[in-house]
């Protein structure tokens, strides 16, 4: 399974306008194409089309302390051989299509519990059931 790259950091905001501004007026961001999500948000892209940073829209400001960046996010190839090597590792994980676009994201913890999300085009083929080592 070799990543291809950082693809993106998500950030959880209850300032969603003054943040997407920030980041498009100071990092020079363009505010782009986002699926159709049920909670508010901006995805944020480079100049030369690649994602960034995802907002999604929170109630209220987390708490110092408090996680603000929701995930990080990977793109990588060869899925089926990726969630073998999860698998075998006992490591559990969590499938998510997104729509509209049809990616399978793979979403795994560290030990320490940060969220990391695995991208894979989907014209990559495996069994996308999730997957809890022991029944967990």
Do not use: C
Not at 10 to 28: G, Q
Not at 42 to 71: C, M, N, Q, S
Request: hydrophobic residues 40%.
């Amino acid at each position: 399974m070799p990543l291809k790259y950082l693809d993106h950091v998500n950030i959880r905001t209850s300032r969603l306008a003054i943040m997407t501004a920030f980041y498009k007026d100071v990092l020079d961001l363009d505010v782009g194409k986002r699926p159709p999500f049920p909670r508010a948000g901006a995805w944020l892209y480079t100049p030369d089309g690649r994602a960034a940073l995802h907002l999604v829209e929170v109630p209220k400001t987390p708490e110092a302390g408090e996680p603000r960046i929701e995930h990080f996010a990977f793109q990588a190839e060869r899925l089926a051989g990726f969630l073998s090597h999860l698998r075998k590792l006992k490591i559990a994980y969590r499938i998510s299509l997104v729509p509209g676009l049809e990616l399978r994201q793979i979403n795994i913890h560290d030990p320490d519990g940060n969220h990391i999300e695995i991208a894979f085009a989907k014209t990559e083929e495996a069994d996308l059931k999730d997957y809890a080592p022991n029944g967990a």
